[in-house]
């Protein structure tokens, strides 16, 4: 087990306005968390010291007038909504629980939705009822209490690497510091033959991994709770590793793609490798942690399902951990390149030509000049505290592009952080833009300043369109 980090402050907590005459359960549940919780967190130092990192404090408490997430088992975020986070990790799949209501937002699997589960401890439409036991099955090896197979949206196999002291701590969390919520979750219907759950028995004995988390070491301890916080609560792998036909994440760790970037709920969820086009070859440690703590840095801003999992989770980290997290990933050798950047003066001037003058071979450059460079500079430069820069942009220059066709199409908004400001918004030009304008504006800036990534095909972006039924 890692040694834990240095604690921040506990956000104070304010009162919850009950909507019904509290139950008894709620009572006690709530004067176990004011009274009890701190003679817990006295005996699971490690996990508690984390928890006091990110500043989580499940249903209870609030947050600028609006309950504080409580960490969600699936993908449905963000992974539609990865995940708001109660666990510490930078990447955690999410569910938001108000007081009385939660927010149903599936996670789409390529074989149809897939819909979280209530884990609050109320003890019919939650896990009230789970004992410890069955609480470690359900979280380590994706089964449920009355024997259901869990879908591999929940990253049960990350979890795995989390030692019994870890999950008895998260259980005991849950039970006595989470409010119960008496919902019940959509149920997920998936068609013949994925509704078939006794299938992901066999599915994870050929596909998740089953140990713990061991330091390596040949490296730093903070290195090393860098790697225990990506590999295992914080389960970057289930959106940033590409996944196969299966459904399953090419591989853990060690693995040539682990890390190298995945579709996720038709985002794509970047390369984190060393690779200096598509992945974080150019960004140093501190950027990674102010992406993390600030939800922007000077390079690039949280969008879609990175945003709410920045604005829940990562923010609330404090350095020491966020900083583990950088030196890990700034240690991972460049994998799966995409892209390059070569900034020059023949190709700023090259750039600005194709705008001002305009060229047949680069009909993007005129819709850029027009709906784009007000915010991102006709120089690709982004402007200070409006727009990330797309020069050299690792985003514009993934394998992938469907992250930049879906902000084009929809927009985006990054996240509401402590110390970011005022969040930043990316219109939508859907209405604006057609599929061929859309892709030729996405190959200009694939192809300027230096950028150097292939074009877009007008039929890629039918493709999401069709998808996201934007």
């Excluded at 999410?94 to 897939?114: C, L, V, Y």
């Excluded at 449920?144 to 701590?169: I, Q, T």
């Excluded at 402590?418 to 030009?429: E, I, L, Q, V, W």
């Excluded at 150097?452 to 369109?465: K, Q, S």
Aim: charged share 15%; proline share 10%; hydrophobic share 40%.
């Amino acid at each position: 087990m890692m040694p834990p980090a240095a604690p921040a402050p506990p956000a104070p907590p304010a009162p919850v306005p009950a909507r019904t005459r509290p139950t008894l359960r709620q009572h006690v549940a709530v004067w176990y968390g004011i009274v009890g919780v701190p003679a817990i967190w006295a005996a699971h130092v490690l996990f508690c010291q984390t928890l006091a990192a990110t500043a989580c404090a499940g249903g209870v408490p609030q947050r600028n007038g609006e309950p504080w997430p409580v960490v969600h088992w699936t993908l449905a975020l963000a992974c539609a909504g990865a995940f708001a986070l109660a666990l510490t990790g930078a990447l955690l799949a999410r569910r938001t629980w108000r007081e009385s209501a939660a927010i149903d937002t599936p996670q789409r699997a390529p074989f149809g939705p897939i819909y979280a589960s209530n884990i609050t401890p109320d003890p019919v439409h939650g896990i009230g009822e789970y004992t410890p036991a069955q609480f470690a099955a359900a979280l380590q090896r994706g089964v449920a209490r009355d024997g259901k197979r869990l879908y591999p949206a929940m990253p049960y196999p990350s979890f795995a690497a989390l030692h019994a002291s870890d999950v008895n701590a998260l259980y005991q969390y849950f039970m006595y510091g989470v409010k119960p919520v008496p919902n019940a979750a959509p149920p997920t219907r998936l068609p013949f033959p994925f509704n078939q759950r006794w299938v992901t028995l066999f599915w994870r004995l050929a596909f998740a991994r089953h140990g713990r988390f061991e330091p390596d070491p040949a490296h730093s301890a903070q290195w090393n709770r860098g790697a225990w916080l990506v590999q295992g609560l914080g389960h970057c792998g289930a959106c940033h590793t590409p996944r196969g036909p299966a459904y399953n994440e090419m591989g853990y760790t060690q693995s040539p793609l682990y890390l190298t970037g995945g579709v996720t709920d038709h985002w794509y969820a970047p390369n984190l490798t060393g690779d200096p086009g598509s992945g974080l070859g150019r960004w140093s440690a501190g950027d990674i942690a102010a992406f993390l703590r600030d939800g922007h840095n000077d390079r690039a801003y949280a969008f879609g399902a990175m945003a709410p999992v920045v604005g829940a989770s990562t923010q609330y980290l404090g350095d020491d951990d966020l900083l583990a997290i950088a030196a890990y990933l700034k240690s991972l050798p460049a994998r799966e390149a995409s892209g390059q950047y070569a900034e020059s003066a023949a190709a700023r001037a090259s750039t600005m030509a194709a705008l001002h003058d305009g060229t047949p071979e680069r009909p993007g450059a005129g819709l850029y000049l027009s709906y784009c460079a007000k915010c991102h500079g006709a120089n690709g430069a982004g402007k200070p505290d409006k727009a990330p820069p797309l020069a050299g942009s690792s985003l514009a220059l993934s394998s992938d592009a469907t992250s930049v066709l879906r902000l084009i199409v929809e927009g985006s908004q990054s996240p509401q952080t402590g110390n970011g400001g005022t969040p930043r918004k990316m219109p939508a030009f859907r209405t604006q833009f057609t599929d061929s304008e859309i892709a030729q504006v996405a190959s200009f800036v694939r192809g300027a300043w230096g950028n150097n990534a292939a074009p877009i095909a007008p039929a890629e972006v039918t493709r999401l369109r069709e998808a996201i039924h934007r």
